[in-house]
T-cell receptor, first 114, second 112 residues
């Protein structure tokens, strides 16, 4: 059974610092891994999707790496801004998962202080 | 092109009651997935519907059931509500086997 863990559960940084968010998963037989952003009480916005054959993906200030063999992914957010304050969730799709379901971690709640 | 919409936004029910939540998928998407997100936790997969049939189910009891209609919209029904059913219910639509799912804003259910 796939389990996804995110550490730390919460993170507070001053504006301008780089953010490093960690995600680990127990079964390396994944199809892809995604990072989502969730604002309080809202739905999820997809940030980056990494296929199992890829090592990283970049979009603007965001960079996500994937090490499938060790079951880890890291999301880097450069030069953080107060608008980056949100909960960040990682999710994996396992090969042959029923219904192409996403298995989520518990999220990291980020606060960027001005 | 409209995004994924859900109704109602908020809902308050009492234990033992039944509830129906609704989801309209993004235009053209034929697959809808439902997730339950308890406060402070990540979403958990409930089930997925494709072509009006259930296509995968998570670890939820049978009192959680669903429907998908010919226009690909979907309903989530929960019978015999329990306090632990209080959560944000999210639906996501996609093309079948697509990597990308688009999430709606969710329905916040409170069970008293």
């Amino acid at each position: 059974k796939q389990e996804v863990t995110q550490i730390p559960a919460a993170l507070s940084v001053p504006e301008g610092e780089n953010l490093v968010l960690n995600c680990s998963f127990t079964d390396s037989a994944i199809y892809n891994l995604q990072w989502f952003r969730q604002d309080p009480g809202k739905g999820l916005t997809s940030l980056l999707l990494i296929q199992s054959s890829q090592r990283e993906q970049t979009s603007g200030r965001l960079n996500a790496s994937l090490d499938k063999s060790s079951g880890r992914s890291t999301l880097y957010i450069a030069a953080s801004q107060p608008g980056d304050s949100a909960t960040y969730l990682c999710a994996v799709t396992s090969f042959k998962a029923a219904g192409n379901k996403l298995t989520f971690g518990g999220g990291t709640r980020v606060l960027v202080k001005p | 092109e409209t995004g994924v919409t859900q109704s109602p936004t908020h809902l308050i029910k009492t234990r033992g009651q039944q509830v129906t939540l609704r989801c309209s998928s993004q235009s053209g998407h034929n697959t809808v997935s439902w997730y339950q997100q308890a406060l402070g936790q990540g979403p958990q997969f409930i089930f997925q519907y494709y072509r009006e049939e259930e296509n995968g189910r998570g670890n939820f009891p049978p009192r959680f059931s669903g429907l998908q209609f010919p226009n690909y919209s979907s309903e989530l029904n929960v019978n015999a509500l329990e306090l632990d059913d209080s959560a944000l219910y999210l639906c996501a639509s996609s093309f079948y086997d697509s990597d990308t799912q688009y999430f709606g804003p969710g329905t916040r259910l409170t069970v008293l």
